[in-house]
């Protein structure tokens, strides 16, 4: 069985990249902190390229580094994102561009969620991770993925009540 | 449409335009080089200061004992390393230790009896391991001389005008030192020290210094040398004198006088 080498690794990047810097934005909110935590992660993944089974997809391995190093970081970091966590708007919206300011503020009521939330219900929603992979993702157990998808859910649907009785949600 | 597809699709608005850029594989291979330079960088300084930390007392110690008096048991010339570089640590003067004839004891300098020699052997004659002409081991309350230096003669006794003056010249090529220990009625401070020495004179140093914790003061010589005066107790008075290239040893030699 031979090893997995830098061209090998270059190739993943390319055809996998995007996919993952997709996956790096949902959970991280921002670009910039994206790109980052993705770089961080491949390099993890890059120290160890060389002893990866070749016949398996490395892509799983990548995707756990890339969560477990946001959920850590949104630790560390969770008193400044709360500073500079955009909010909802107060007022309601104009129901013709509704529905798209309804998808904005999601995507913020996503970001304030906590990091192992958001990171249940990007993998579950994004990635369409059954709750058995999630939970392997994650290193918890099923039912953890199913109350902390639930609970973030329900948050969101709290903090957005008023904005989906509109979409009919 | 419910909340989760609600989200599925805000999801995919959300990250429609995000794309990894080109150079990622690159960027991600950079990082790990210059992470992995860094390791190395901080290893080998981490190495280094632990060789460091473990040669330089090593070299400390060896350095402390090559203080280059002249100890009999050093050799014919009684020296003891005066060529290496550098001073030596403060330290007990090595020829109580090695062997050597005994110093005269610090209660013998004052005492009552005639003029002599204050080193156990007379001079011209040289100590038991010396050739003749050297000035044998440097008096015990002599606790520190500068390295490269040795006595040419023993120190001497002198007495004048109802004052016993021991006078001590050791020289080398790093410089001189002389002290002068004078012992006798109306020491009241370092002035009458300076004034009733044979190298009285010089020009008066700013500030003001002290030895053992007495006031004393420091002079510089017409020669470029300097000269510091004090008085170690009632009717005990010191002078040490340093030629030019030991002038920033004056204090160090002076602490190191202990009559």
């Not at chain 1, 955009?86 to 529905?99: F, G, K």
Request: net charge positive; with cysteine; charged share 25%.
């Amino acid at each position: 069985m031979g090893r997995r080498d830098d061209q090998s690794f270059v190739e993943f990047v390319a055809e996998r990249g995007t996919a993952l810097m997709r996956t790096a934005v949902l959970m991280c909110g921002s670009r910039q902190d994206a790109e980052d935590v993705l770089q961080t992660a491949l390099e993890k993944a890059y120290r160890h390229w060389g002893r990866l089974d070749p016949e398996s997809d490395p892509e799983p391995y990548v995707r756990r580094i890339l969560v477990n190093l946001m959920i850590s970081r949104a630790r560390r970091w969770k008193v400044l994102r709360e500073i500079h966590m955009a909010r909802p708007p107060e007022v309601p919206a104009d129901p013709e561009n509704h529905a798209l300011e309804l998808r904005g503020a999601l995507m913020d009521e996503l970001r304030r969620l906590g990091p192992r939330q958001r990171a249940v219900l990007v993998l579950r929603y994004w990635e369409d991770l059954s709750e058995m992979e999630t939970a392997e993702m994650l290193g918890c157990s099923v039912g953890t993925v199913k109350s902390q998808a639930s609970r973030g859910l329900a948050r969101l649907r709290q903090r957005l009540g008023g904005s989906l009785t509109l979409m009919g949600g | 449409m419910d909340l989760e597809d609600e989200l599925r699709a805000a999801m995919v608005e959300h990250v429609a335009d995000a794309s990894a850029p080109a150079t990622l594989a690159g960027d991600v291979r950079g990082r790990y080089r210059r992470r992995v330079a860094r390791i190395r960088v901080a290893l080998g300084v981490g190495a280094a200061a632990v060789v460091a930390v473990a040669i330089i007392p090593g070299y400390q110690s060896f350095r402390a004992g090559q203080v280059s008096t002249p100890a009999a048991s050093d050799g014919p010339a009684g020296r003891g390393g005066p060529d290496e570089p550098g001073r030596a640590m403060p330290q007990p003067v090595p020829s109580r230790t090695s062997g050597a004839p005994a110093p005269v004891p610090s209660r013998d300098i004052g005492g009552t009896e005639s003029p002599r020699p204050l080193l156990s052997h007379p001079p011209g004659q040289g100590g038991p391991d010396g050739p003749s002409g050297d000035g044998g081991p440097a008096p015990g309350w002599m606790t520190y001389l500068p390295s490269g230096l040795r006595a040419l003669r023993p120190c001497a006794e002198l007495e004048k005008g109802g004052r016993r003056t021991t006078n001590c010249r050791w020289s080398g090529t790093n410089g001189w030192v002389e002290v002068h220990i004078t012992r006798g009625s109306g020491l009241a401070g370092p002035g009458d020290v300076i004034d009733g020495a044979p190298t009285a004179g010089g020009t008066p140093v700013a500030g003001k210094d002290r030895v053992h914790g007495h006031p004393a003061v420091t002079t510089d010589r017409p020669d470029r040398g300097r000269q510091i005066a004090w008085v170690e107790r009632p009717g005990v008075g010191i002078l040490v004198l340093v030629g030019p290239a030991l002038r920033d040893e004056l204090l160090t030699v002076a602490e190191g006088v202990r009559p």
